[in-house]
């Protein structure tokens, strides 16, 4: 079982950057996509980016490209999200996931494993 928790979460100010971190113990997530999902208070859970097993291809909800970037360190059993430009909206509670399919995809049910804590992004105007 992979245990992943998040961090890097925090206040920031409108166009601030935050850098998000998913640390994962136990077995490690490499051969894994990895991908990153947020929730915001009273809206569904939404997909943010995905990393493919291998590194080489990733894949971007629109809200997100050329303002976030995903990368992993299979070295170090980690993936990170490095957000720019940061909006109000995208005050949530962001999630990492392991992806159960060979494709990254945008869809939640592709991934498994329990929901952990997150991390809380708050972004004020």
């Known amino acids: 079982q992979v245990q992943l928790v998040e961090s890097g979460g925090g206040l920031v100010q409108a166009g601030g950057s935050l850098r998000l971190s998913c640390a994962g113990s136990?077995?490690?997530?490499?051969?894994?996509?990895m991908g990153w999902f947020r929730q915001a208070p009273g809206k569904e859970r939404e997909f943010v980016a995905a990393?493919?097993?291998?590194?080489?291809?990733?894949l971007y909800s629109d809200f997100a490209k050329g303002r976030f970037t995903i990368s992993r360190d299979d070295g170090k059993n980690l993936v990170a999200l490095q957000m720019n430009s940061l909006k109000p909206e995208d005050t949530a509670v962001y999630y990492c996931?392991?992806?159960?399919?060979?494709?990254?995809?945008?869809?939640?049910?592709?991934?498994?494993?329990?929901w952990g804590q997150g991390t809380q992004v708050t972004v004020s105007s």
């Open positions: 136990g077995r490690t997530f490499r051969g894994y996509g």
């Open positions: 990393i493919s097993w291998s590194g080489g291809s990733t």
């Open positions: 996931r392991p992806y159960k399919t060979v494709a990254v995809t945008t869809s939640p049910s592709d991934t498994f494993g329990s």
